[in-house]
C-alpha cells in the first residue's frame, strides 16, 4: 500500500527552526515527487512548493521561495520541510503529497503535521 | 487572495445536483487540466477529478468535472450527507518558474 506518514505536531517558539517530515512506503521513493501544501487555520489549501528525491530537484512557489527549505534523503524515503526561523504566522497543518509529475495530480497525500508557533 | 476563484460557499438538499465553479486565466486553467479535491472536517485532502474530468478509481460517478477555457466546474449529482466538505480545485500556473495554484475553496453544506 502506497503511503506516505509525517512526523508528530509540533509547538515552538519565534524564531526557533523547525525540520518536519514525510515518509513514503509501498513505492518507489526516488520516481515520485513529494510536494508540501500548507493550511492555515480556517484557511484554503496552498502550495509550497516540491521536490524530486531522485536527483533533490526543488522548486517553490513564488510566496515560499525563500521561506522554507525543501530537501530529501532518498536512503531513507523520506522528505522535509524545514524553517530556519519560525514566526507566528507559520501555524498551520502541513501536509505532504505524492505525484508522478511536477504538474500533475495528487493521489496520495501524508496525514498532516499540526505546527503551532507560540511564544 | 487565490489565483484561482471559487464560491466560498455552495448548499444543496439530499439528491439535488450541485455544481461548483472555478475560474482562473490564460496561465492556468486556460493552458492547463484541472484538478479538484475533497476536505471532509479534519482529515487530509483527496484527489477527486483530475485532467478535468477523469475520476479515481473508487470515486462514484455522482461527482463530474469540466472545463472551458478558463473556467472550470465540478458538478455533483444525487447529493448525499457524506458529500459535506471542502471542494478545491487545482492548477499548474505557467507564470513566472511554475507553480501549483489553488482555489479559495468552497464549503458545501448538505441542508
Known amino acids: 500500500e502506497v503511503q506516505l506518514v509525517q512526523s508528530g505536531a509540533e509547538v515552538k517558539k519565534p524564531g526557533e527552526s523547525l525540520k518536519i517530515s514525510c515518509k513514503g512506503s509501498?513505492?518507489?521513493?526516488?520516481?515520485?515527487?513529494i510536494g508540501w501544501v500548507r493550511q492555515m487555520p480556517g484557511k484554503g489549501l496552498e502550495w509550497m512548493g516540491i521536490i524530486y528525491p531522485g536527483d533533490s530537484d526543488a522548486r517553490y512557489s513564488p510566496s515560499f521561495q525563500g521561506q522554507v527549505t525543501i530537501s530529501a534523503d532518498k536512503s531513507i524515503s523520506t522528505a522535509y520541510l524545514q524553517w530556519s526561523s519560525l514566526k507566528a504566522s507559520d501555524t498551520a497543518m502541513y501536509y505532504c503529497l505524492r505525484t508522478p509529475g511536477i504538474a500533475v495530480a495528487a493521489s496520495c497525500w501524508g496525514q498532516g503535521t499540526l505546527v503551532t508557533v507560540t511564544s | 487572495q487565490s489565483v484561482l476563484t471559487q464560491p466560498p460557499s455552495a448548499s444543496g438538499t439530499p439528491g439535488q445536483r450541485v455544481t461548483i465553479s472555478c475560474s482562473g486565466s490564460?496561465?492556468?486553467?486556460?493552458?492547463?487540466?484541472v484538478n479538484w479535491y475533497q476536505q471532509l472536517p479534519g482529515t487530509a485532502p483527496k484527489l477527486l477529478i483530475f485532467s478535468n474530468n477523469q475520476r479515481p478509481s473508487g470515486v462514484p460517478d455522482r461527482f463530474s468535472g469540466s472545463k472551458s477555457g478558463t473556467s472550470a466546474s465540478l458538478a455533483i449529482s444525487g447529493l448525499q450527507s457524506e458529500d459535506e466538505a471542502d471542494y478545491y480545485c487545482?492548477?499548474?500556473?505557467?507564470?513566472?518558474?511554475?507553480?501549483?495554484?489553488f482555489g479559495g475553496g468552497t464549503k458545501l453544506t448538505v441542508l
Open positions: 509501498g513505492y518507489t521513493f526516488s520516481n515520485y515527487w
Open positions: 490564460s496561465s492556468n486553467i486556460g493552458n492547463n487540466t
Open positions: 487545482a492548477a499548474w500556473d505557467d507564470s513566472l518558474n511554475g507553480y501549483v495554484v
